[in-house]
């Protein structure tokens, strides 16, 4: 993965910039070539003078040369890079990065990436637990962001625990294996979030999908070397980078999409929460309270999943979700076997923190072949991952 590739190697102002001088060495010898940016408080802790010896470029830490006036294009080096990678990413520039505040030229880089952002935390360990850390890093991670998490072990304060920033070496190996995925050039297509079905111009019906699941899976399908057409219903989560979204309201808008693209896919992910009965008629105007009763008439809409199942090829790899209250395994294998899926997900309301909106999710793995392999409550970004490691066992093994 390394080798030819261009690399923004951003630098935080932490104890651990030193380790960021074996970075940018072992960057070069996997033959990369490398450009180093610094916030100016980073200059503290490593000398540009090292890193741009190391690199063989010049360190850009702020916005323009005072002496002569020369503008470091941000933008033009967010497009030379085909990654940028900020070890180590302190709590300071995390929160910036996490909350959209841009006060230094490596931030203007940062907001003006469209390739892959990785990010390796440094701090101490009381730091690292912090709510408000987690919450800035889950929030860069649901923005696409690739987190390399911080290691246990002795830290600058004297205290013991996490919050180490990971070795170079490890963060050489995570960059290489994500460049070595199962599913490089594979074409996924992943449906997410809700639909919902309009009543009126006002009001409609629908369902409390959040859409984190979905999205979760699509950056780990990007992350993994896929290319991802993503069709979500109605969400507020950011697009993950990389994917082509198409975005639609409805069940019937999401069924046009997916018949309209299916066909060019090498494995279909249907985590969607589609709305099963549609009203059979519109009002063109918003509905008046006139009466005590309102009887809605409603009619089923198109089995989206049903509709792959039935026309894929045996080649495809069709992946479903089943989210149950009760009789939850015999439920999920009756939707695999009448489907035709590969692959189903069941999750089900009954366990807390799984299930619509929550950050969290418990899942079921069944195979077609009637194997089935259970994890504990996870991230959502984690169940992502296991999801690929059972789909890449099944299907490109």
């Known amino acids: 993965m390394l080798r030819g590739k261009n690399v923004l190697l951003a630098i935080s102002a932490g104890i651990a910039a030193y380790k960021s001088a074996y ?26 003078l090292t890193l741009s010896t190391l690199s063989k470029n010049p360190v850009t830490v702020e916005y323009f040369n005072s002496e002569n006036g020369e503008w470091n294009n941000h933008v033009e080096l967010a497009k030379w890079a085909d990654f940028f990678l900020l070890a180590p990413a302190t709590a300071n520039t995390l929160g910036k990065m996490a909350n ?25 360990l ?116 990389g994917a082509m979204v198409i975005e639609v309201e409805t069940a019937k808008q999401m069924f046009e999409a997916v018949k309209a693209n ?16 549609t009203p059979k008629v519109v009002a063109a105007q918003k509905m008046k309270k006139k009466t005590d009763e309102l009887t809605l008439e409603l009619q089923k809409t198109d089995d989206i999943l049903k509709f792959v199942g039935d026309n894929k090829r045996n080649d495809q790899f069709l992946v479903g ?13 009756q939707k695999l076997e009448k489907k035709r899926l590969d692959l189903i997900v069941l999750n089900s309301l009954q366990d807390k923190g799984a299930g619509f909106s929550h950050d969290t999710n418990k ?7 009637n194997n089935k392999v259970a994890f504990e409550l996870k991230e959502k970004q984690q169940v992502a991952k296991d999801l690929f490691s059972e789909l890449e066992k099944r299907w490109l093994d």
């Open 321 to 333: 979700f089943a989210l149950e209250t009760e009789n939850e395994e015999t439920n999920a294998k």
């Open 23 to 48: 970075l940018c060495r072992a960057l070069i010898k996997k033959g990369a070539k490398v450009k180093v940016l610094m916030t100016p408080q980073s200059t503290h802790f490593i000398a540009p």
């Open 363 to 369: 899942v079921t793995f069944i195979d077609k072949d």
């Open 262 to 277: 299916f066909k060019a896919q090498d494995c279909l992910i249907m985590s969607a929460a589609v709305s099963d009965y």
């Open 100 to 124: 959209g505040i841009c006060d230094n030229v490596l931030l203007a880089t940062y907001f003006s990436m469209e390739k892959p952002v990785y990010f390796a935390p440094a701090m101490d």
């Open 126 to 241: 009381d730091m690292y637990q912090h709510p408000a850390i987690k919450a800035n890093i889950n929030k860069l991670v649901e923005y696409g962001n690739r987190f390399i998490p911080a290691e246990s072990g002795e830290l600058a304060s004297g205290l013991e625990g996490e919050g180490r920033m990971a070795e170079p070496d490890q963060i050489i190996e995570r960059l290489e294996a994500e460049g070595q995925g199962k599913l490089q050039s594979k074409k996924l297509l992943i449906t997410a979030g809700p639909t919902f079905e309009p009543l009126d111009p006002v009001r409609f019906i629908g369902n409390r999908s959040s859409g984190k699941m979905g999205y979760a899976i699509a950056q780990e399908a990007i992350n993994r070397g896929a290319e991802v057409t993503l069709v979500s219903g109605p969400s507020d989560l950011a697009k993950p980078k």
